[in-house]
């Protein structure tokens, strides 16, 4: 399940995802970030993942792929908040793929992930 979530100020988008996802929840997904970058040119995405607990299937794999290629250029930035050491793994090599900036925070870090998907400022976690 995912839901939008409000975030003050203009250029960023917010979602929070949390258990484990079905094709059909990212074919919802795609049509809300349609729907973001047709109100604003290219807008930072913030992503609240701490409850996220992965796919329900391969299908559901392969529409997050789809997603993830098809809307590589409609954001600025992508800050990622989660503490699976996972998801920070697939942020730092998703970074090296895409030209949008990647940024992994900690679960306690979700004013500087906000901060820095606005403007550019706010700390990541530091490396372990």
């Keep these: 399940m995912w839901k ?5 100020g203009p250029g ?26 047709a109100r604003q040119d290219c807008p930072a995405l913030v992503l609240f993942m701490g409850k996220f ?19 590589a250029r ?17 942020t730092k090599a998703g970074n090296t793929l895409t030209c949008t ?5 900690g679960p306690d870090q979700r004013g500087e992930a906000i901060a820095w998907a606005r403007d550019g400022t706010g700390d990541a976690r530091a490396p372990d």
């Design 4 to 8: 939008d979530i409000a975030i003050n």
């Design 12 to 37: 960023v988008v917010a979602l929070e995802c949390e258990g484990r996802f079905s094709k059909g929840d990212f074919e919802e997904m795609h049509k809300w970030i349609d729907r973001q970058v």
């Design 53 to 71: 607990e992965g796919y329900e299937s391969p299908s559901a794999l392969w529409a997050d792929m789809r997603i993830d290629e098809r809307h």
């Design 74 to 90: 409609d954001f600025s930035r992508v800050a990622l908040v989660a503490d699976q050491w996972w998801l920070e793994l697939a």
């Design 101 to 105: 900036e990647l940024r992994f925070f």
